[in-house]
């Protein structure tokens, strides 16, 4: 009893001094004769419903062709939209041989090749949902090329998901239908969608079930990041059908099946270390991770189906050169790839990479890109044991040397010339060595 009524004391004068000592205060001194202004807020940014996110940056929307301050996209971003798009075209020829007859073809650019895509974009602030740093982003997807098996026609949703920011910015979380691809590994050389379309792509991250535009598929993604620039990064995904995209399509059109009967669970790991340019420091992005599969893929040495399909991977790219300071990503930088994936499971096995690329090789043409990438992709030793017996001739692996420059034409308009040497253009049958010359156009409205 003695010891309540002592802590109630005790209790009471700090409640006393609580109400006393603000009193004191303000008594003592002078009070304002006006009340200060509360701070504005932050003003938005068109550029906080950018792409978000992803492993490789979109140009600014003042890199557009409808630029900034169309009426149209003013009026949507009062209520927290924004529209986009963008449109790509590209032509490839094999210019060491006439092309072949068009039930000859093994490789893309043996006949004279066309294909566009069109991606329209709606993006929602969800702000005024009372979630900062959330977006809504609705991708969909229009492909067409003159030969089916590279790009068969397709209209699709790609990409359907809410992003989120959390924990001061340094975790985002997406979840919906995503094209994982774009969320990690890095393929797009210089980790811009315009400059670094013309590298050359390893298809083994495809080959484990990563889903694409237009395959997308079901998934959840979480990353988290350092001030140091580490980071991890996670995803769950459903995985995209074993086979061919032709097959695929016809079993989910619209891209919006939840789970297609024999799918399975994918999941993805990456860490890495991505350090932006500064004034005087280098950019490096170095990055590993993994991918795998519990979806059955029929054996290439047994007929049979097994489970377990797996890709690793290992990335690097280093800043080797910043010749000013006041524009710190421009420069020289090199990189190199390293994939493989289980032989008896897919037909390319091995993938390696060297790139040089250099970011605004003119002062006066600070958006222009140029590369040079060589590349190496074995085949499965199983598949090529299976040609061998019935009768067929073969490549064992591909040698390519891509040389490409992309100029930056206008606001929003971007044109890619490239030329590729490829020894052992396809599996089979084998064909003689091509050089290929690619026309690339992108637009972003």
Known sequence: MISACRDRTQCLRLLFLC????????????????????????????EDLNLKGAAASDPLFSDSILGLDTPIRTVLFRHGLLFRMEADA?????????????????????????????????????????????QLNINGHLQQGSWDQAQPTAWAICN??????????????????????????????????ASGAQGVYAVLPYEVGISYSPLTAPAVTFKYRWHSGAYLKA???RSSQPGSEQDALKRDAVGLRFLPHGDKLVLIGEVGINRPAEAGKLQEWYRAG?????????????????????????????????PEQANPGRGIYIGGSAMVVPADLNIYRLYDEA???????????????????????????????????????????????????????????YIGLGLSYVNGPAVTPKSPSALTFTVQTSLFF
């Open 19 to 46: 109400i006393l000592l603000p009193l004191n205060a303000m008594a003592q001194s002078p009070q304002p004769t006006t009340p200060e202004p509360a701070s504005p807020p932050l003003p938005r940014s068109i």
């Open 90 to 134: 590209d032509y490839i020829q094999n210019t060491l041989a006439p092309p072949a007859a068009a039930d000859a073809q093994t490789y893309i650019g043996q006949r004279p090749f066309g294909a566009y895509s069109i991606n329209p974009v709606l993006t929602a602030d969800l702000r005024q949902f009372g979630l900062r740093g959330a």
């Open 160 to 193: 359907l998901y809410v992003y989120k920011e959390f924990a001061e910015d340094r975790a985002e979380l997406q979840f919906g239908y995503i094209a994982t691809d774009f969320q990690f590994i890095g393929l797009q050389v210089g980790g811009q969608v």
């Open 235 to 237: 995803a769950a995904q």
């Open 290 to 322: 993994y991918i795998v599969n519990n979806t059955p893929y029929t054996s290439l040495r047994t007929g049979l189906k097994r489970s377990g399909n797996y890709s690793g991977y290992l990335l690097a790219d280093h800043q080797v050169w910043q």
């Open 355 to 413: 790139r040089i690329y250099d970011e605004a090789p003119f002062h006066n043409r600070p958006a222009d890109f140029a590369s040079i990438v060589a590349s190496y992709t074995a085949f499965s030793q199983d598949d090529l044991h299976n040609l061998a017996a019935a009768g067929k001739s073969y490549s064992r692996s591909s040698n390519s040397v891509t040389g490409s420059y992309t100029l930056h034409l206008a606001p929003g308009t």
